[in-house]
């Protein structure tokens, strides 16, 4: 049984580290300024992702509490570091941070998306009399 412990904390530290660093880089992604069209096409991607990644979230996240809460109730205190209990505390609670970001940053461009359409259309405007014109 002590085997089949160390594998099975092997395998939840691993998947908690997989689901803890997408949560981390998708953070940093959603950060990103958006200046261009290259960069709002990257973000329109990250905030795709994330919304699909909602849907599943759950089954990649209840795993691995399950694995951890078999591991704490038949093994003796002190068999995690302080920075895996940390990041098992905290990691629901990461990922609804994360989503309240990437809504944020939702509407943040389709506020933008309007300013946009109305600078393009008076460059369009401005464009056709410089046609006139010539």
């Not at 709002?40 to 992702?49: A, H």
């Not at 109730?73 to 505390?89: H, N």
């Amino acid at each position: 049984t002590i085997q089949y412990s160390e594998k099975l904390h092997t395998r939840a530290k691993a998947e908690l580290e997989v689901i803890t660093e997408y949560m981390r880089l998708t953070t940093g992604k959603l950060s990103r300024k958006v200046e261009d069209l290259d960069t709002l096409g990257f973000m329109m991607q990250v905030l795709k992702e994330v919304r699909e990644k909602e849907c599943s979230i759950e089954l990649e996240i209840r795993p691995i509490m399950e694995m951890y809460q078999m591991l704490e109730r038949y093994l003796p205190a002190g068999f995690m570091e302080k920075e895996e209990i940390d990041k098992k505390t905290v990691l629901r609670s990461y990922w609804k941070k994360l989503i309240a970001q990437a809504l944020r940053r939702g509407d943040e461009l389709s506020n933008k998306q309007i300013q946009y359409k109305r600078e393009l259309q008076n460059d369009i405007r401005a464009f056709k009399i410089d046609v006139c014109n010539f």
